[in-house]
């Protein structure tokens, strides 16, 4: 209220019931959001567009609706983002928010540490078995409608890369993309690690997590493992038995003889180098089974880069 005791009265901006007009398409790098009001799928606001109630930023990439330009009413904002760590590619350090261009190829921008790129050129429909209805149909191509148009270019668009090192890999109109796994969250015993890739069948990018086991948690390790005389690292080591495995109080329904990653007499740590995934099946008591994807480790190599598991800043 202001010093004379008369209030502002806010524009509505929301009406129910709802009225939605037909989902937009939003170009590459644009969130499809439902508004503000929880009706309708809107493309998400980008940074420096007006914003309100309704129309808001887009929160894949960490903006906000600022109104503070807007006293004393505050109903229309700007997008802006909000402050949070930069990122760092190639040597080179950008601020949250900061849109550049590593080569001519893609268009990226920097959200709170994490990098998202866009293709700069979006490739032209390879031939299509379809013809416009407008068009004059030619002898054995058949005439498509605007829906199936449209699904062929969203499939297209599946094949473009994001900015990463080669190679991919190309399956079923899908190219498979990951992000590499994260240390195992726990130094000894069963920890777990994660990724994001798009490797399912709706070839969408989501978070994939899996069971890790680097070493048993053992009073004595060194005693344990024997160090062939004249080095000072064991890179992998077995126990003499198989065993199973015990998760959340649950234990696998098979015994598992894993190979694990050894010690050194030095100041270097041993990690896993090469390994496959497997699926276990865990039985708990009076509670049925769950399976989980696990690291099968194969091989392991000793270096003198050790950092603790979990620490997400190890490799600045």
Known sequence: PSETGEGHQRKEVCRWP?????????????????????????????????????????????????????????????????????????????????????????KCLCVSGAIGCTPVFTPKLTASPCTRVTGRKKPGQAICGRGQHKQLQSTNYRLMSAYRSLPLVLKKKCLVQATPWTPCSRTCGIGISSRVTNENRKCEM?????????????????????????????????????????????????????????????????????????????????????????????SCVCQRICSAPGDIFSEL
């Not at 009073?219 to 065993?243: H, M, S, V, Y």
């Not at 990653?261 to 740590?269: E, F, I, S």
């Open 206 to 298: 989501k978070k994939e997590k899996r069971l890790c086991l680097i070493q048993p948690c053992l009073t004595n390790i060194p005693k344990t493992i024997k160090i062939p005389k004249g080095r000072t690292c064991q890179p992998t080591f077995q126990l003499p038995t198989a065993e199973k495995l015990v998760f959340s109080g649950c234990s696998t329904t098979q015994s598992y003889k894993l190979t694990f990653c050894g010690v050194c007499l030095d100041k270097r740590c041993c990690i896993p180098n090469k390994s496959k995934m497997i699926t276990v099946q865990f039985e708990c008591p009076n509670e049925g089974f769950f399976k989980w994807k696990m690291m099968w480790i194969t």
């Open 18 to 106: 709802c009225r939605c007009p037909p989902v937009p398409t939003c170009t590459p790098g644009v969130s499809l959001v439902k508004d503000g009001c929880g009706c309708c799928k809107v493309c998400a606001k980008q940074s420096g567009e007006t914003c309100n109630e309704a129309d808001i930023c887009d929160p894949h990439k960490g903006l906000y609706c600022d109104y503070s330009a807007d006293e004393p009413r505050y109903e229309t904002g700007v997008c802006a983002y909000l402050v949070a760590v930069g990122c760092e590619i190639n040597g080179a350090y950008y601020l949250n928010g900061q849109t550049f261009q590593p080569n001519p190829l893609y």
